[in-house]
């Protein structure tokens, strides 16, 4: 099964605030989008990624490119304003496929701003692939979630042990994710001449809301794996990966030893 990532590094991200946008700010001295790519870069089951992002960082992204050494990368795709048009952007810009090689193809997106993605977490992704059409990584809800209602008080509580809170990566099927996608373009059945309206926070929600009986999965997550939203979330993820490399070293200590 060939495996395609697709690295999401475009929109500006206003909420973090700062100079770049978060996927390029630094990070440990490594521009925060390098992290992912190198993951992709160094899994033996990744075939090639993309990254798509802003036209205006193109140079940026391919002088860290190659300072680091990446050999996987396909190309830089110009993301869309929003997250579903960044993926159909990606989708669009990949050499057609027949059906057979859409069967047995899987596209991988992740979010550049969760760089704290590693080789467990993306072979997760790609073991459940063996098994379903449609997989993300998540973990267990272990606060309580409540429903709001219009004026702001508490409609719901659903049952806590049911809840998964949904991360990246996300991979499916070509045939499904482009399927699914085509759906979401078309107009409706009502109106026949309106323009296609939809919105998704990520490429699952597209598959549920258009494809509803493909079932997707959900793979090992990890609670370290943080998307950056706030300026603070920097200084998270850096202790994060401080640990990380505390853990490394001893253990391969431990292995010389």
């Known amino acids: 099964m060939k495996n395609t990532a697709v690295l999401l590094a475009a929109g500006r991200g206003t909420r973090f605030g700062g100079m770049l946008p978060k996927q390029f700010s630094s990070l440990l ?54 997250r579903t048009q960044s993926s159909l952007a990606a989708l669009s810009a990949l050499s057609p496929a027949d059906k057979g090689q859409a069967e047995s193809e899987n596209i991988i997106f992740h979010d550049a701003a969760r760089p704290l993605i590693n080789d467990g977490i993306l072979s997760a992704c790609i073991r459940k692939l063996e098994t379903f059409q449609a997989v993300s990584a998540a973990v267990p809800a272990t606060d309580t979630i409540f429903e709001s209602a219009p004026d702001r008080t508490v409609s719901a509580c659903p049952d806590r042990s049911s809840l998964m809170l949904i991360q ?90």
């Open 29 to 82: 001295g490594k521009p925060v989008f390098i992290y992912s790519a190198l993951v992709f870069d160094n899994h033996p089951d990744v075939d090639s990624f993309y990254i798509v992002a802003d036209k205006d960082f193109f140079p940026f992204i391919q002088k860290a490119v190659k300072k680091y050494g990446i050999k996987k990368l396909a190309g830089l795709i110009q993301g869309g304003e929003t």
């Open 168 to 257: 990246t990566p996300q991979g499916f099927r070509r045939n499904v994710i482009e399927k699914a996608y085509a759906l979401a373009l078309a107009p409706s059945k009502e109106n026949q001449e309106e323009e296609p309206s939809f919105h998704g926070t990520d490429d699952c929600s597209i598959v549920f809301r258009y494809l509803p009986d493909v079932k997707i999965a959900f793979s090992e997550g990890a609670n370290f794996n943080i998307k950056l939203t706030y300026r603070e979330d920097i200084f998270l993820a850096e202790k994060f990966l401080q640990i990380n490399k505390r853990k490394n070293r001893l253990q391969n200590k431990q292995e010389r030893e």
